[in-house]
C-alpha cells in the first residue's frame, strides 16, 4: 500500500521561510516522479514543483527563485524549502507520488502566511 505523509506545515510570518517533507513508503521511491501542490480555500489545486525520478525539477513561475524541491531517495523523501513567503502562499499543501499505475496523494499539511 503506497503512502504519502506530509509535514512541516506551519504558521510563518511574511518574508519567512518553511520546509516542508513528504515521507514515501509502499512503493520503489526512486523510480518515482514527485511534485508538490497547493490548494487554498476556494480555489483548485495547482501544482507548485516536481522532481523527475533522475532529479530533474520543474516550477511554476510564481515560486521560481523562492522555492526549491528536492529528493533524497535513501530516505524516500522529497522536500520543499520555501523562502520569502508571500501571504499568497497560504493553502494546503499536498505531494504527490507518479507510479507506473496511478498517482498518490498524501493528505496535506497547512501553510499560513500573516502579512
Known amino acids: 500500500q503506497v503512502q504519502l505523509v506530509e509535514s512541516g506545515g506551519d504558521l510563518v510570518q511574511a518574508g519567512g521561510s518553511l520546509r516542508l517533507s513528504c515521507a514515501v513508503s509502499g512503493t520503489t521511491f526512486s523510480r518515482n516522479a514527485m511534485g508538490w501542490y497547493r490548494q487554498a480555500p476556494g480555489k483548485r489545486r495547482e501544482l507548485v514543483a516536481s522532481i523527475s525520478s533522475g532529479g530533474s525539477t520543474n516550477y511554476v513561475d510564481f515560486v521560481k527563485g523562492r522555492f526549491t524541491i528536492s529528493r533524497d531517495n535513501a530516505k524516500n523523501r522529497v522536500y520543499l524549502q520555501m523562502n520569502s513567503l508571500k501571504p499568497e502562499d497560504t493553502a494546503v499543501y499536498y505531494c504527490?507520488?507518479?507510479?507506473?499505475?496511478?498517482?498518490?496523494w498524501g493528505q496535506g499539511t497547512q501553510v499560513t502566511v500573516s502579512s
Open positions: 504527490k507520488a507518479e507510479t507506473f499505475f496511478k498517482d498518490y
